[in-house]
């Protein structure tokens, strides 16, 4: 048995069910830390659980509705979930991106399993391409990987960013090397690599991690340049578990303060000390040219995964539908228009990237990409529309959404008389259910998901100026200024005319 072999033997049984999947979790020895503490099992974490759940949404919907959360190519006689199966055909990315908006819908979080595809889909056409300029072996490695995670039905995190240190500076100029995930020994059966991966969604949550260079390398960053997939709990990684905004209201007694206490996303600090992977997981080691292009395929794919963000547009507009409803202004027509604008940002979120699907192309490796512009485009929306759709809800809302009493406060027997006195709007509506949609208005704006909703849609799949620097690149000013001087009938021949 090779090292590869010995790493998947726990998995030989596929998870199907989200009860599969929560037992999959179970029993690992991982290290994983949350407020300065240990965290022996995650999913017993009350705040980590949500996270937990979100992600377990994914299985629910392959079972629930297989042709939306999976893809009919049969491996080994079983559907495979469409988040393992890398994209061919432009339905396939359409089909992914109806897939994704549902699941923000079921949710109303980041539901965390697309970093994991959109590097596996990046990893099959670069793979691919450094072996047919090397006469490297690291595409059928990949396809072997790729068929173990699909048999077995595996949550697979996409590792990319590191913590970078000086911006200006390369891997190699850093103070410190570990600043950007690198290799730091290797022997005759792979290699050992120590650094960071920042902000890693779904992290704990994951049953293996891709780790990829966040950024282009050069020559001298050589040791730098490496891909590969390792299980979340082998020797040698550390979680550190992010801070969310009123993450901790879980604690609080009741559900009704968090907002949306079934789902919320999670992002961690992974640490990698000399953590050892077989050459059978090493997708790329030293091969620094093909880092640029791994980057640029990823955030492709993934910027428009940001799809998902109209799931939670879609929300987010009910609730402020709703709290109109609860206030009786529902046919007042400033009212009705905000949720018109925030319908029609919503859905030119969503207009985008199914066009960058539409138009998406082949690469030598089979796999299917969308078009890089109007994928830029698509992400470039998404730093900003939800912002406004938050601004929108929270007008609508009124400021009962940050100034409302706790569900403690209705709990208690001198003071709960006068919450729901004070806060009764119409004849026939619970007061509870007002508040509930306030609470989901807040969590999903100012509160836990908002994290997914706003700097998530801000910094993830890269900052704002990441795809402006893209759209740059492809915008075509010369062939478009040849337009217009050809229709003015502009006579000089310099550039500047
Ligand atoms: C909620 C969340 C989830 C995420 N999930 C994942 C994940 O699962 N996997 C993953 O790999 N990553 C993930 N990310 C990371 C995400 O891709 C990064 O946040 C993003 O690339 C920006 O990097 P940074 O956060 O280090 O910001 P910084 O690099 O510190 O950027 C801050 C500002 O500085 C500017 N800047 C930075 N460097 C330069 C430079 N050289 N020149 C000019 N301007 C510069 C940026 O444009 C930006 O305005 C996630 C991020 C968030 C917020
Ligand atoms: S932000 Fe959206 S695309 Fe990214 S992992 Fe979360 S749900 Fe998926």
Request: charge should be neutral.
């Amino acid at each position: 048995m090779n090292q590869a072999d010995d790493l998947w033997q726990d998995f030989s049984k596929p998870i199907v069910t989200a009860d599969d999947y929560f037992s999959s979790l179970r029993g690992r020895d991982m290290n994983v830390f949350f407020m300065g503490e240990r965290v022996s099992e995650p999913v017993d974490n009350a705040v980590i659980w949500p996270s937990i759940n979100a992600m377990a949404e994914t299985y629910r919907l392959a079972t629930e509705r297989p042709e939306l959360g999976g893809v009919r190519t049969e491996v080994r006689g079983r559907p495979v979930n469409r988040f393992l199966h890398v994209p061919a055909t432009s339905d396939d990315i359409l089909n992914k991106h109806e897939m994704q908006r549902e699941l923000g819908r079921r949710t109303g979080t980041c539901f965390q399993r697309c970093v994991g595809l959109d590097a596996l889909s990046a990893c099959h056409s670069v793979t691919f391409d450094i072996d047919a300029q090397a006469g490297t072996e690291y595409h059928a490695r990949f396809l072997k990987f790729l068929s173990r995670a699909q048999e077995a039905n595996v949550v697979i995190g996409g590792a990319m960013t590191d913590p970078k240190g000086d911006r200006s500076k390369p891997p190699h100029q850093q103070i410190d090397p570990d600043l950007f995930l690198r290799v730091v020994k290797r022997d005759e059966k792979g290699i050992y690599v120590s650094g960071a991966k920042a902000h890693q969604t779904g992290a704990v949550n994951s049953h293996w991690l891709i780790f990829m260079p966040t950024m282009r390398m050069t020559e001298a960053d050589r040791d730098w340049s490496v891909v590969g997939a390792v299980r979340v709990d082998s020797p040698g990684l550390t979680y550190i578990v992010g801070r969310q905004t009123n993450d901790t209201r879980i604690l609080d007694g009741g559900p009704m303060d968090a907002g949306n206490a079934q789902f919320a996303g999670q992002e961690a600090l992974i640490v990698f000390e000399d953590v050892f992977v077989p050459f059978e997981h090493v997708f790329m080691d030293g091969e620094w040219s093909h880092a640029a292009t791994l980057v640029e395929r990823f955030t492709t794919y993934h910027r428009s995964s940001y799809v998902c963000k109209t799931g939670l547009g879609d929300v987010l507009i009910g609730a402020a539908a709703t709290a109109a409803d609860h206030n009786g202004v529902e046919n007042v027509s400033h009212i009705k228009d905000k949720l018109v604008e925030m319908t029609h940002l919503n859905e030119t979120i969503y207009s985008s990237c199914v066009a960058g699907a539409a138009k998406s192309k082949k690469l030598p490796s089979g796999a299917q990409i969308n078009d890089e512009m109007l994928s830029n485009v698509a992400k470039h929306n998404v730093t900003r529309f939800p912002f406004e759709i938050s601004r929108l809800a929270q007008d609508i809302a009124g400021g009962l959404v940050v100034t409302m009493p706790s569900e403690k406060d209705l709990q208690n027997n001198e003071i709960g008389p006068l919450v729901r006195k004070f806060l009764g709007t119409k004849e026939g509506l619970d007061v509870t259910d007002r508040m509930r949609i306030l609470r989901l208005i807040e969590n999903m704006t100012i509160g836990r998901n908002a994290v997914g909703y706003l700097t998530e849609s801000l910094h993830g799949a890269g900052s704002p100026q990441a795809q402006r620097i893209q759209i740059a690149r492809g915008m075509q000013a010369e062939m478009k200024k040849a337009l217009a001087k050809k229709l003015a009938g502009t006579k000089s021949s310099s550039k500047e005319s």
